[in-house]
T-cell receptor, first 113, second 112 residues
């Protein structure tokens, strides 16, 4: 199946700093999804991207769908302690409308107050 | 609205015992997924159902694993017999014919 590579694997930042993480694939995706998993919880959808070049914001979060359709990034501005968690990118394995999502291994974010 | 509901939240069992994990999807959703999460392998899709019918079970690791969906509001994932390497978090998720998948809080399984 398709693989999604996320970087960095983990990061420690000071509260108030901006965060940037990305996700790359060896094959084209028509949809990119970003999920966040809080400790002890299930992943929750943050942002969905459906078009190459699309830039979408959700509060302090901004995500972009890369022009090549093989990458996406997620930025978090002015981080706060509750941003702690694991951020996953995901895309439908069988193309747009597919029910099977492939997930990256995640970026674990720690915020130091 | 109630989200995806899973039970048990935590289970510790001895090797060789049968484990049954339960899931109630979001009402109205027609697709249901079982995922397994481990440190080594991340989130892996085990099986998914569409309109209660298993569509793809290629992610089910072995014959010890089985899943059923007898109706639109209930699914089970069974491991028999369980082994220590089955220790993981098992997530159930549901969606309505699309890519937006909603996850439950997970069932944390430890097999000793």
């Amino acid at each position: 199946g398709q693989q999604l590579n996320q970087s960095p694997q983990s990061m420690f930042i000071q509260e108030g700093e901006d965060v940037s993480m990305n996700c790359t694939s060896s094959s084209i995706f028509n949809t990119w999804l970003w999920y966040k998993q809080d400790p002890g919880e299930g992943p929750v959808l943050l942002i969905a991207l459906y078009k190459a070049g699309e830039l979408t914001s959700n509060g302090r979060l901004t995500a972009q769908f890369g022009i090549t359709r093989k990458d996406s990034f997620l930025n978090i501005s002015a981080s706060i302690p509750s941003d702690v968690g694991i951020y996953f990118c995901a895309g439908p394995e069988g193309g747009a409308g597919s029910y099977q999502l492939t997930f990256g291994k995640g970026t674990k974010l720690s915020v130091i107050p | 609205d109630a989200g995806v509901i899973q039970s048990p939240r935590h289970e510790v069992t001895e090797m060789g015992q049968e484990v049954t994990l339960r899931c109630k999807p979001i009402s109205g959703h027609n697709s249901l997924f079982w995922y397994r999460q481990t440190m080594m392998r991340g989130l892996e899709l085990l099986i998914y159902f569409n309109n209660n019918v298993p569509i793809d079970d290629s992610g089910m690791p072995e014959d010890r694993f089985s899943a059923k969906m007898p109706n639109a509001s209930f699914s089970t994932l069974k491991i028999q017999p369980s082994e220590p390497r089955d220790s993981a978090v098992y997530f159930c998720a549901s969606s309505f014919s699309g890519n937006t998948i909603y996850f439950g809080e997970g069932s944390w399984l430890t097999v000793v």
